[in-house]
């Protein structure tokens, strides 16, 4: 009868066993069911661990009490328990000797009699003993006898990741830097940790972190791998990689894999996989990649999807390449787990530039007066070379701070107004021929970036020329073309583009093969090009390696909006070929980044004029892009752009709803639309569109409750529509106080949809 229960069952027997007290032991319960025996010495353990149980088994062994053991001729007093594992239990202690603070390890008594658990703990005070890493826990000393086994280390005064909470990615990615150099570390000594997880990863109280529990550490020297049988195959189902669930293979990705599960967590605070039932969360494992990553930090989301990639050598070469990376992140620079986009790299340029202090826009405008005279005492002084340089790059510094905030921005009257002023500071930083050709050119980039900018292409050209010569890269060299592409010098604009095509279509680098497919599609704006067919079918090539990369799917999705009949019968695996769906996850995923969100806009009005074919399907999406609007409005409410694409948007689908009938969800729509546009309104940055929008709609309301007699209502608006005048002082004034005043006619402000 017993033979005839699936496994699950028999998983949940023992389960429930332990829940109500009377846990069985492993090797009992599987004797007790030789069809599964095999199964269940592998997967028992891993349960009890997942489940958190093996603690709660050892708390009720009459020995494990609150009672703390002693040690008798020792040189350690234990003081209080700490907590416990799968394998021991762990004591705040007093090393007598020397009179510190120490951590003691205590074997479960459960385990003192099997040999080859005793061996396992054994081994893992003398691995950890080989190991000298301020961020690996430090043994101090151990010692066993027939009663107990222990070993003494470190005390760290704080909490297992598992038990913390984090908000900043950055604070994430730091953390995860100190454990991959930790693990960088030990498996250069030959030493795979083999259960990397939240719980074995210590924080202490100066938010430092600790790896510890080298319990099931294996020495792998030569970077070899160890294939361990199926009945020995221990750890934490939930952080175990698939090549090592599977087959049993351990190598030193396996780790790389763990820490991957565990800052995915962290940052998602949601495990990397969902299943509870052990069975089936192994079944995922081994069968199928996990869900991509996806947050507000879309590089850090990178760099942790390449870790907890399927295969193996899908992931880093080794933890080093792992620690650098996250280094990149941290320092502001393009990541090699994703190839940034031109905007991105520049603004990733400015923000690791050195700086003081974060500007405001009002600390920039001071900003511009203070490098101004710096400036001057650089020019005054060219003599004392040393007192002009320390200007420099003091006025370096500053300008860099600026304009750290204003990449961040989309362009704005007021924001081009501070790079006019501030450009011929830092042109005269770049034409010093005294500095280093990096510094020279990182000059150049932002003087041509923040030219463009301000439309003065002369001079964007005059930076962009100055970086080829000094490496022509394809990046400097597609934004040379742009430039002179925006002056009418279309033939020199088009030979660049064909040069970068030439050079960087076949790169084994991924960002170069994207910088080809931008000058491929400057090469020609016509929808269904040679060029833009070849365009599409590098940028397929980078997806199907870089699937989550925002950049490449935010180009895709732009191709996909000027034609959808791109995309190739054969989808690309975790890519949408819909325009639509993908500026919808790009702007969820990456709401820093306000371009997405405004393209996303842009093209649901294009499908606004043709409403009347709209699909369910299109409908939902339609609803979907104006609740994302809303949210980019709030973003960035100051941006004129955005806002006027906003209100456009809100206007149009209005109308849409109107001509479908549905004439009081149109009433609603309407209601939320004033209210954002009256929080904008007084706003002296708002443009006068805003004013136009919201001065129109309320005139419309007018004419409405005028015509069902609501005198009582339609007085009081009138009194606010004439408050609202007096702050507008736009072309469309003599016409609104006309209509104002004559409200027995149609008034409509709302562009046809």
């Not at 040690?71 to 007093?94: H, K, M, N, Q, W």
């Not at 390890?105 to 009699?113: A, T």
């Not at 606004?608 to 104006?626: H, I, K, S």
């Amino acid at each position: 009868m017993t033979e005839n229960r699936s496994l699950e069952e028999l998983v949940e027997q023992f389960l429930e066993q332990c829940r109500s007290g009377n846990a069985p032991e492993v090797s009992a319960f599987a004797a007790a069911h030789p069809g599964h025996a095999s199964e269940l010495l592998n997967l028992l353990p891993l349960v009890l661990e997942m489940e958190g149980l093996n603690a709660e088994i050892t708390r009720r062994l009459p020995h494990q009490t609150s009672e703390v053991p002693e040690l008798p001729d020792s040189d350690y007093r234990l003081i209080r328990r700490l907590g416990s594992g799968g394998t021991g239990v762990v004591f705040e202690a007093l090393q007598l000797s020397l009179n510190r603070k120490v951590a003691v390890k205590l074997l479960s008594p459960l385990l003192l009699k099997d040999a080859a658990r005793r061996v396992q703990f054994e081994n893992e005070a003398r691995v950890i003993a080989m190991l000298h890493h301020p961020n690996i826990v430090k043994v101090f000393g151990a010692g066993c006898s027939a009663e107990r086994c222990y070993y003494a280390m470190e005390f760290i005064g704080g909490r297992g990741l598992d038990r913390c909470e984090f908000s900043d990615p950055r604070e994430i990615a730091r953390i995860g830097l100190q454990a991959a150099r930790a693990l960088a570390y030990a498996h250069h000594c030959g030493i795979l940790h083999r259960d990397i997880k939240p719980a074995n990863l210590l924080l202490d109280e100066a938010r430092e972190v600790h790896v510890s529990d080298f319990g099931l550490a294996f020495v792998l020297r030569g970077g070899g791998e160890i294939v361990e049988k199926e009945e020995a195959r221990s750890g934490t189902l939930r952080y175990m990689s698939p090549e090592r669930l599977a087959h049993g293979v351990n190598t030193f990705a396996t780790d790389q894999y763990s820490l991957g599960a565990t800052l995915y967590e962290l940052v998602a605070k949601s495990p990397l996989l969902p299943e509870r039932n052990p069975g089936e969360l192994a079944k995922r494992i081994c069968r199928e990649p996990v869900p991509p990553l996806r947050c507000s930090a879309p590089d850090l989301a990178a760099i942790i999807n390449k870790c907890i990639s399927f295969r193996p050598e899908d992931r880093y070469a080794g933890m080093d390449d792992l620690a650098a990376d996250l280094q990149h992140f941290l320092n502001h620079e393009p990541v090699c787990a994703a190839a940034p986009s031109p905007a991105r790299r520049f603004r990733l340029w400015i923000k690791r530039k050195p700086a003081v202090a974060t500007l405001g826009f009002a600390a920039a405008f001071c900003a511009a007066a203070f490098v101004a005279a710096l400036a001057a005492g650089y020019l005054r002084t060219t003599a004392a070379l040393n007192q002009a340089e320390r200007n420099a790059a003091v006025a370096d510094a500053t300008l860099s701070q600026v304009f750290a905030r204003l990449a961040e921005q989309l362009p704005s009257q007021k924001n081009t107004q501070l790079l006019s002023t501030l450009l011929p500071y830092y042109r005269m930083i770049a034409g010093e021929r005294n500095l280093p050709e990096s510094r020279i050119s990182g000059a150049n980039a932002v003087i041509g970036e923040c030219a463009l900018r301000t439309g003065n292409y002369a001079l964007a050209e005059e930076a962009f020329r100055n970086m080829v010569k000094l490496s022509p890269d394809a990046f400097p060299v597609n934004q040379l073309a742009t430039t002179l592409k925006k002056q009418g010098k279309s033939a020199e604009a088009t030979e660049l583009s064909r040069q970068v095509v030439a050079r960087f279509a076949d790169s084994k680098q991924p960002e170069e093969r994207f910088e080809a497919v931008r000058a491929l599609l400057a090469l020609s704006e016509a929808p269904e090009s040679k060029e833009r067919s070849r365009a599409f079918g590098i940028l397929e090539t980078l997806l199907a390696d870089h699937p989550d990369n925002p950049e490449y799917r935010f180009q895709y999705a732009q191709l996909l909006a000027g034609n959808p009949r791109l995309f190739r019968k054969e989808r690309i695996p975790g890519v949408e070929p819909n325009a639509v769906v993908l500026l919808l996850q790009l702007a969820d995923a990456c709401p820093e980044q306000p371009e997405y969100g405004l393209a996303l806009v842009e093209l649901m009005l294009r499908r606004l004029r043709y409403a009347r074919g709209f699909q369910e399907q299109n409908r939902q999406e339609l609803a979907e892009a104006v609740q994302l609007s809303e949210r980019l409005l709030g973003r960035w409410p100051n941006d004129p752009q955005i806002v006027s694409a906003v209100v456009s948007l809100h206007t149009r689908y209005i109308g849409f709803l109107r001509r479908d009938g549905k004439e009081p969800q149109a009433r609603r729509e309407t209601d939320r639309l004033l209210s954002i546009l009256e929080i904008l309104f007084y706003n002296p940055e708002i443009s006068d569109a805003v004013k136009e929008n919201l001065i129109g709609l309320q005139l419309q309301r007018l004419e409405l409750l005028r015509r069902s007699g609501k005198s009582g209502e339609s007085a009081s608006l009138r009194e606010k529509i004439k408050r609202e005048l007096d702050y507008y002082h736009g072309p469309m004034l003599p016409e609104f106080r006309k209509k104002l005043e004559k409200p027995d006619r149609a008034i409509g402000i709302f562009p046809p949809p």
